[in-house]
């Protein structure tokens, strides 16, 4: 009876969790109807809503960061290290927080890799120091310590919960002073990335390391690497005058909420004439149409901004502390927060997908399946003909440790296809006809060659298994095992 009692908790959970935004909403929708209600006709009424759409952004933003970070302080009053069963208070505390958290980092995506991202997390219940660096990481906040000038880069997960057998693990994780955890890092219960530290790209925090140490892979195994030393004005240590000029132009990512939420507003005004003029027949008719033309705008809009605020990419390094990068996360707020739910996520793996990857300066050839909008600098991007790139890959032309970020072309000759939640890192190449398996990493100057098969992380050559008649007279493969393989690397 009490599992079946938790279990029913956590599905009545997952039809609650949609109303928590509408309750966000509330006080703006009320300003609306106080703004509308004494229109005359519905022209005017769209005239004040579109007016008021700046103010309906911040407002609705703003109350939906204090709701989360209410619910979640809350919440994180139960989280203690421990091992607990899955049925039960804590664990469903813990769940609630990491589902929580995992859709802020889409619906409060101008928030993440900015000045504000360690005030977030200090709401949240986190313990974050001074200087320290922060993208679009999944914590525990209440288990979670980052010491001075740390860096977590994109999707990383700290001190996350851990199941197995019907237990969940918790724990507290530290992110020393001055390490970097790579993105899609994982620094797990328990664990401690030291003083200086880093952990790679794709890659666990082992469980025992020392200061100034770096680490790759699943397991993780130490990196061989000099750290690079640059002017401590433009990485860890910022004038006042860089962090006034970078607060201003992060300040400016409320503008593609602004748009969307303009957008918005048009459907509804769209769908209000319709239902007037013909009843709810032709206003359900009449949503696709309206939404396609906003999806295209959305999708213009990002195009056009990344052309204004960075122009065309090309390889090359630019520390922390400059216009450059602040401009880049400008622009890739503009793809996430407006492109991305209005048009690129669900055209992914179609041509539409493809076209706009192109405007953005992506190469990409014929009979291209890309699944994924995840190519942070398209102009570094080329897909040969026929390529196929899965759901979840990241062709990632950037890296940014020790505060540098060092851009690089990614290139997937005619025919290669990148396995689903793979990586490919700067510099590298899969030559024709190669295919590299699934949540694989491709490290940074390597050449796959063609016609090879990889996967790993990171990768090793696949070696196939001997060709046996069986029963029925036809040959077939016996299952191939793995085995390293020599690839061509430039030095990192």
């Known amino acids: 009876?009490?599992?079946?009692?938790?279990?029913?908790?956590?599905?009545?959970?997952?039809?609650?969790?949609?109303?928590?935004?509408?309750?966000?909403?509330?006080?703006?929708?009320?300003?609306?109807?106080?703004?509308?209600?004494?229109?005359?006709?519905?022209?005017?009424?769209?005239?004040?809503?579109?007016?008021?759409?700046?103010?309906?952004?911040?407002?609705?933003?703003?109350?939906?960061?204090?709701?989360?970070?209410?619910?979640?302080?809350?919440?994180?009053?139960?989280?203690?290290?421990?091992?607990?069963?899955?049925?039960?208070?804590?664990?469903?505390?813990?769940?609630?927080?990491?589902?929580?958290?995992?859709?802020?980092?889409?619906?409060?995506f101008p928030l993440y890799a900015s000045l504000a991202t360690p005030m977030w997390l200090r709401l949240l219940g986190a313990r974050v120091g001074r200087r320290a660096e922060i993208s679009t990481v999944l914590p525990l906040p209440s288990l979670l310590t980052v010491a001075d000038g740390a860096f977590l880069a994109d999707d990383t997960l700290v001190a996350p919960y851990e199941l197995r057998g019907g237990w969940l693990r918790l724990g507290t994780a530290r992110v020393g002073r001055r390490a970097f955890v790579g993105n899609s890092g994982i620094v797990g219960p328990g664990r401690e990335v030291p003083d200086q530290a880093l952990i790679g790209v794709l890659s666990d925090a082992p469980a025992h390391s020392k200061p100034g140490s770096s680490w790759l892979g699943r397991p993780a195994l130490p990196l061989p690497r000099i750290p690079t030393s640059a002017d401590p004005g433009r990485t860890f240590e910022p004038p006042r005058r860089l962090v006034l000029a970078r607060a201003a132009v992060e300040l400016c990512r409320v503008l593609p909420l602004m748009c969307s939420v303009m957008l918005a507003e048009a459907v509804l005004i769209g769908e209000q004439y319709a239902l007037s003029d013909g009843g709810f027949g032709w206003a359900a008719l009449l949503g696709g149409a309206l939404l396609l033309p906003c999806a295209l705008l959305a999708a213009l809009l990002a195009t056009a901004s990344k052309w204004l605020l960075v122009g065309r990419f090309r390889p090359g390094e630019h520390p922390l502390w400059s216009s450059f990068v602040w401009r880049n996360e400008l622009y890739d707020t503009f793809v996430e927060s407006l492109a991305v739910p209005w048009m690129a996520g669900a055209f992914t793996g179609t041509p539409v997908l493809n076209w706009w990857l192109r405007s953005l300066g992506a190469r990409i050839g014929r009979g291209v399946w890309c699944d994924t909008y995840w190519l942070p600098e398209t102009d570094l991007v080329t897909l040969g003909d026929g390529v196929s790139v899965n759901r979840g890959c990241v062709l990632q032309t950037h890296l940014f440790h020790d505060r540098i970020m060092r851009l690089d072309a990614v290139h997937l000759a005619a025919g290669?296809?990148?396995?689903?939640?793979?990586?490919?890192?700067?510099?590298?190449?899969?030559?024709?006809?190669?295919?590299?398996?699934?949540?694989?990493?491709?490290?940074?100057?390597?050449?796959?060659?063609?016609?090879?098969?990889?996967?790993?992380?990171?990768?090793?050559?696949?070696?196939?298994?001997?060709?046996?008649?069986?029963?029925?007279?036809?040959?077939?493969?016996l299952p191939s095992g793995t085995g390293r393989a020599l690839v061509a690397r430039r030095a990192s």
């Open 416 to 477: 290669a296809s990148l396995g689903p939640h793979g990586i490919a890192l700067p510099g590298s190449t899969v030559g024709e006809q190669a295919a590299v398996g699934p949540a694989s990493l491709v490290m940074r100057g390597e050449s796959v060659p063609a016609g090879t098969r990889w996967a790993g992380n990171p990768i090793a050559g696949e070696r196939h298994g001997a060709v046996l008649p069986p029963r029925d007279g036809t040959r077939e493969a």
């Open 1 to 108: 009876p009490r599992s079946r009692r938790w279990a029913a908790a956590y599905a009545l959970t997952l039809g609650v969790l949609p109303v928590l935004p509408l309750l966000a909403a509330l006080p703006a929708l009320a300003g609306v109807y106080a703004l509308v209600r004494d229109c005359a006709t519905l022209s005017d009424a769209a005239l004040r809503l579109f007016a008021a759409a700046p103010a309906i952004a911040v407002v609705t933003t703003v109350c939906w960061i204090l709701l989360v970070a209410a619910v979640v302080r809350l919440l994180g009053r139960g989280i203690r290290p421990g091992t607990y069963p899955v049925r039960g208070p804590v664990a469903w505390r813990a769940w609630l927080v990491t589902r929580l958290l995992n859709g802020t980092r889409s619906s409060l």
